[in-house]
């Protein structure tokens, strides 16, 4: 590819407005504001962040709870339009935020993995292909057309992953979603996020298990209160925030 | 490629809608499985529904209140199924964007899918209920023209109607839930207010009625659509363009508004 990067964030700052009480009905709103009370407090969960990373890196996301790492992810993936600043990416990207977003539990594991497939921008033929590829990752051979309702939240996930890692995006995004599943399937799945390293693709990785970003990643940005505190190689990354 | 969260141009528009048709299919056909899902007759309602509802108000109609409307049954069918389209699709609408929250908040997706997806389911379970159209004119012998051919641009005019509708609607139910209950009564109000279990003529003996009757945007779509079906005329030119005009003006507004505020959805939801 001609770019040299594949993410890059400028001066991005995501704002929250926090009500004190949230405003859901009509007749409230316009109380509040005859009466002016709508005042609300803002809240930045990313302050002026700025970083590139070029094609093929893979870089992990640390950070306590609350320091944005997610919504730093889902300005990424398009999901939150950013207050201020842009974020750019160059090729299809594959968001694993939440695996399962988008099943719908009426349906049988057959008729999810199409309307998950169509979710995710995939074609028609393209799912129809993958079809049985998905099943046998997942591991559901007996349960293609039992309504996913009567899964387990492992089996969901595993169907999840599946579908959403079956082709090589050129971004892949990582929330925390390794921490399902049994440890013979989370080993299942580094290996297929290893495979696709090998393929060049870009992987972002949000986790708070420090082993899983060492063993993974190649650089490291710790954010901290919506900012960036540290951004660099894995090592010196790691044993700062594991000094905390 | 850039990515979704930029401003895109028309060409870029056409291929992300051409990107997403089949997630649009997939969606249509989900609704369609969970609507049916584990009912003996399935589909089959679409069709059944409206039949039973008019042998209903046939019998309301022709014993207690009496109006001189002749062949009541396909005058209340034709009425009642434009009628009953927009007022499904557009509440099905109404939350379809917060029902899509798990959504929207894990994958990117045009958020004005939802709101045309069952804008559309609306439009194939019209189709299927103009199954029930046909079947009582055939039982009842009702003389029809060449002109019934021409019953898809009236339903045509009444989608994109309801599509507009939609997207204002479900853009303002994500900041006001009041919506929901209140849109319950407007569209009873609605229905009272167009011509579809009795007759235009006593819209216009109305003292006060008999001067905004016909700003309802209902009227003229279910009058265009009995002209042809029921009346064996091609409907005017003028009837056609109010039609059009409004369908299109409802179109706009709810695009513009909707694009307002589609990017703040996601903190509301």
């Known amino acids: 590819m001609a770019n040299e990067f594949a993410i890059k964030v400028e001066n991005v700052s995501m704002c929250f407005n926090m009500s004190k009480e949230r405003l859901d009905s009509l007749k409230e709103y316009f109380i509040k504001l005859m009466r002016r009370q709508l005042n609300f407090t803002e809240f930045y969960a990313l302050k002026d ?43 299809s990207i594959s968001p694993l935020i939440e695996l399962g977003a988008g099943f719908d539990m009426e349906l049988t594991a057959r008729e999810n993995i199409f309307l998950n497939g169509a979710v995710l921008g995939y074609s028609k033929k393209m799912m129809e292909d993958k079809f049985d590829e998905i099943i046998e990752f997942a591991e559901l051979q007996d349960f293609v057309d039992v309504v996913i309702k009567n899964f387990s939240s492992g089996m969901v996930a595993r169907l999840g992953f599946a579908i959403a890692t079956i082709t090589k995006p050129d971004i892949l995004i990582v929330d925390e979603i390794l921490a399902v599943g049994d440890f013979l399937f989370q080993q299942k799945c580094e290996r297929r996020i290893h495979e696709m390293m090998a393929g060049g693709t870009t992987v972002v990785i949000v986790s708070h298990s420090i082993d899983q970003i060492e063993r993974l990643c190649q650089r490291v940005i710790w954010l901290e209160k919506g900012r960036i505190r540290m951004d660099g190689p894995v090592e010196p990354v790691c044993n700062a925030y594991k000094g905390l | 490629m850039s990515s979704p969260a930029q401003g895109v141009k028309l060409s870029e528009k056409l291929g992300s809608y051409m990107k997403y048709r089949f997630l649009l299919q997939e969606l249509i056909g989900r609704d369609l499985k969970v609507k049916y899902r584990r009912s003996v007759l399935g589909i089959l309602w679409s069709v059944l529904n409206p039949l039973l509802m008019m042998l209903v108000i046939t019998a309301v109609f022709s014993h207690v209140f009496k109006f001189e409307i002749e062949n009541f049954p396909v005058y209340y069918l034709t009425g009642s199924l434009i009628f009953n389209f927009v007022v499904e699709a557009t509440s099905n609408s109404l939350t379809s964007i917060l029902n899509a929250s798990s959504l929207i908040k894990k994958v990117y997706i045009p958020k004005y ?63 006001f839930r009041d919506l929901m ?37 209902m009227y003229h779509l279910v009058t265009c659509f009995r002209s042809v079906v029921m009346y064996r005329q091609v409907p005017s030119l003028e009837q056609n363009l109010i039609c059009i005009g409004i369908s299109l003006l409802m179109l706009v507004i709810g695009l513009l508004l909707f694009r307002k505020l589609q990017d703040r959805f996601i903190l509301h939801i």
């Open chain 2, 181 to 217: 209950h209140l849109y319950g009564v407007f569209t009873t109000a609605w229905m009272y207010l167009t011509p579809i279990i009795y007759p235009e003529s006593l819209l216009e003996n109305m003292s006060f009625i008999k001067y905004i009757y016909k700003l309802n945007p």
């Open chain 2, 113 to 175: 899918i939802f709101p045309l997806e069952k804008c559309l389911f609306g439009f194939v379970n019209m189709l299927f209920s103009m199954i029930a159209v046909l079947m009582i004119i055939i039982i009842l012998r009702f003389r029809i023209s060449w002109t019934f051919l021409l019953f898809p641009i009236p339903m045509l005019y009444a989608l994109v109607f309801a599509i507009g509708l939609s997207l204002v609607l479900s853009a303002l139910y994500v900041y």
């Open chain 1, 49 to 91: 962040v700025s970083f590139e990373i070029p094609c093929g890196q893979v870089c992990g996301i640390v950070g306590l709870n609350g320091s944005g790492k997610s919504t730093l992810l889902k300005v990424i993936s398009g999901i939150l339009k950013p207050t201020v600043g842009k974020a750019t990416t160059i090729g």
